[in-house]
């Protein structure tokens, strides 16, 4: 019985043992840490039609974990109050009712300058510091760290120890008494700045949020940890391991520099290649499902391989090749369905500006360790590396 494969032999790519099943079919059995068996999902039409078809459930308590996790079957528990991405609707569908507004396209747009000068101040400083540089810790995590807690009101000066607690969190070797720890404070980070917000509040979403009156406190929390979290781990890995592979790939870097309206297609095409959600979406059969000739029994667990999806070769010729000229319409790098992500607008923004203005400010940017010294974030849920040393 078939694992979830997790080794990679390539930065870039998914791992070998992955695309191989994937080649074989879109459905294979899968073994679980915790005995369960279940389902891996390797094709883009099967996944798209398990992650919009309300027969497969994205509760918590439902869906076994497909690698092991530091809480073991503790994280087999309901989701708390706020957590909307482990419900399914109308639970769901309440909160993101709320929040839908604040990430429109309309919305993100008028923080386009904000962001540009966000990222212009932040190539400053690693400007005046010289190189070599880290482009994670210098580049990749503060930009969206600082245009999430604008967004939500959150004091950029905490940021050691949201994003200490966060990567602990999101470990998968962790002590399980250090991951409980971080969450806890976490949870704490959150209790003060909501008391916060109704003692002070300002012109930003978490106090809006408090003013609605439609949230308790414990609402408010989970809502804002999971803004918090998501609105800059997956940017920074993409910020971050997009430029290496962009560097990696000097014919097409040479073709964007050279026709910079490529960008939208290279951010598309870079959340396609790459795939940072790396062990895919989760979601557990409320019933029996007959899907594509097999049936998959009520209470399994389906794994959909989001890299897998998007190196299908049915859907995009040459998948395992970069191609900024790639028409990517309909890569899973967002998800899909209801619970597709809902600040996808403000992380292309923040990759359009990000790689632009990275690339023309520094044109000999250049890695100073080989490939393989690049520590990869393979001990993380989000795929990305931890340090990525360059010159410039």
């Not at 996790?69 to 482990?86: D, N, V, Y």
Request: hydrophobic share 45%.
């Amino acid at each position: 019985m078939q694992s979830l494969p997790i080794t990679r032999e390539h930065p870039f790519d998914p791992p070998a043992t992955l695309m191989r099943l994937a080649g074989e079919g879109p459905l294979h059995p899968l073994s679980f840490p915790d005995g369960h068996v279940g389902w891996l999902v390797t094709r883009m039409a099967t996944a798209r039609a398990v992650l919009s078809d309300a027969r497969f459930s994205a509760r918590q308590e439902l869906r076994h974990m497909p690698y092991p996790h530091p809480l073991g079957q503790e994280s087999m528990t309901p989701a708390i109050p706020g957590w909307f991405i482990r419900m399914d609707p109308p639970r769901h569908t309440r909160y993101r009712r709320l929040l839908t507004g604040q990430f429109t396209v309309r919305r993100i747009n008028q923080l386009i300058p904000r962001i540009e000068q966000i990222t212009e101040e932040r190539l400053d400083a690693m400007a005046r510091a010289g190189s070599p540089a880290d482009l994670v810790h210098d580049f990749a995590l503060p930009i969206p760290s600082l245009v999430i807690c604008e967004l939500l009101g959150v004091p950029y000066a905490d940021r050691e120890e949201f994003q200490h607690t966060t990567a602990t969190a999101l470990k998968l070797d962790a002590d399980r008494d250090d991951v409980i720890a971080a969450l806890m404070s976490l949870n704490d980070f959150f209790v003060r700045l909501v008391a916060a917000k109704r003692d002070n509040p300002a012109d930003d979403l978490l106090s809006g949020l408090v003013q609605s009156g439609e949230l308790d406190d414990e609402e408010l929390r989970a809502i804002g940890m999971l803004l918090l979290v998501a609105g800059h781990e997956t940017t920074a890995n993409m910020l971050a391991l997009g430029s290496w592979t962009l560097l990696r790939h000097p014919g097409q870097l040479a073709a964007l520099r050279a026709n910079p309206g490529l960008i939208d297609n290279t951010v598309e095409e870079l959340l396609r290649y790459l795939s940072i959600i790396q062990f895919g979406a989760q979601r557990a059969a409320l019933e029996d499902v007959w899907l594509d000739g097999t049936l998959i029994k009520a209470g399994q667990t389906l794994v959909v391989s989001i890299p897998a999806a998007n190196r299908d070769e049915s859907r995009f010729g040459e998948p395992d090749t970069l191609d900024l000229t790639r028409e990517t319409a309909g890569h899973l790098g967002f998800g899909h369905g209801v619970h597709q992500c809902l600040g996808q607008q403000l992380a292309r923004v923040e990759m359009r500006v990000g790689y632009t203005a990275l690339f023309r400010r520094f044109p000999e940017l250049r890695l100073v360790v080989p490939d393989e010294e690049v520590p990869l974030r393979t001990d993380m849920a989000i795929y990305g590396v931890h340090r990525l040393p360059v010159a410039f």
